[in-house]
């Protein structure tokens, strides 16, 4: 089936550092979705991206589908101790609502 | 507005036991998922439904595992008999249309 390559799997980071994580497949997504997973709760969505070579922002996160549809990136900029937690992206194949998930990048911040 | 929620929150059964979640989804959301997610993996689709109707049940085992959206609302999903492989959580999950979807805080199910 479907997969996502997600990476990093773990990031440790000091308090104020700026965060990369991407995910890349060998099948086109026509919607990319970043997750964030605290213990103990369901998947937070963060950002939503409909559109090939959307950029999208929300407070300190960024997010961009890439060109070949195959590809998403999540920045975090001067990280904070609530940032930590599990990233999961998600991808939508076209015409399907069916998710498929990255396995998730767990961050870790050293205050 | 109200998020997707699930209960119960724990549950602790012993193997070939039965199990039942339940899950009520963002009002007017037609869409419902079930997933399973096993510890340090991403989430895994069980079961969609388009309103009462089943989209998609591939992945769901169903030697054991049944759903059901009888009023096109609430939801929920039941394990008979329960395997040690089945300890997990159970994220409920709901979208307007072919968009972003919304999860519940999930069921965390030990079996022993």
């Known amino acids: 089936g479907q997969q996502l390559n997600q990476s990093p799997q773990s990031m440790f980071i000091q308090e104020g550092e700026d965060v990369s994580m991407n995910c890349t497949s060998s099948?086109?997504?026509?919607?990319w979705l970043w997750y964030k997973q605290d213990p103990g709760e369901g998947p937070v969505l963060l950002i939503a991206?409909?559109?090939?070579?959307e950029l999208t922002s929300n407070g300190r996160l960024t997010a961009q589908f890439g060109i070949t549809r195959k590809d998403s990136f999540l920045n975090i900029s001067a990280s904070i101790p609530s940032d930590v937690g599990i990233y999961f992206c998600?991808?939508?194949?076209?015409?399907?609502?069916?998710?498929?998930f990255g396995q998730g990048t767990r961050l870790t911040i050293n205050p | 507005e109200a998020g997707v929620a699930q209960s119960p929150r724990y549950k602790i059964i012993e193997k070939r036991q039965s199990v039942a979640f339940w899950c009520n989804p963002i009002?007017?959301?037609?869409?419902l998922y079930w997933y399973q997610q096993i510890l340090g993996q991403g989430p895994k689709l069980l079961i969609q439904?388009?309103?009462?109707?089943?989209?998609?049940d591939s992945q769901l085992p169903k030697d054991r595992f049944s759903a059901e959206r009888l009023k096109g609302v609430d939801s929920t999903l039941k394990i008979q008999p329960a395997k040690l492989e089945d300890s997990a959580v159970y994220l409920c999950a709901s979208s307007l249309d072919m968009g972003a979807q919304y999860f519940g805080p999930g069921t965390r199910l030990l079996v022993l």
């Open positions: 099948s086109i997504f026509n919607t």
């Open positions: 998600a991808g939508q194949l076209l015409g399907a609502q069916k998710l498929v």
């Open positions: 009002s007017g959301h037609a869409t």
């Open positions: 991206l409909y559109k090939a070579g």
């Open positions: 439904f388009q309103n009462n109707g089943v989209v998609d």
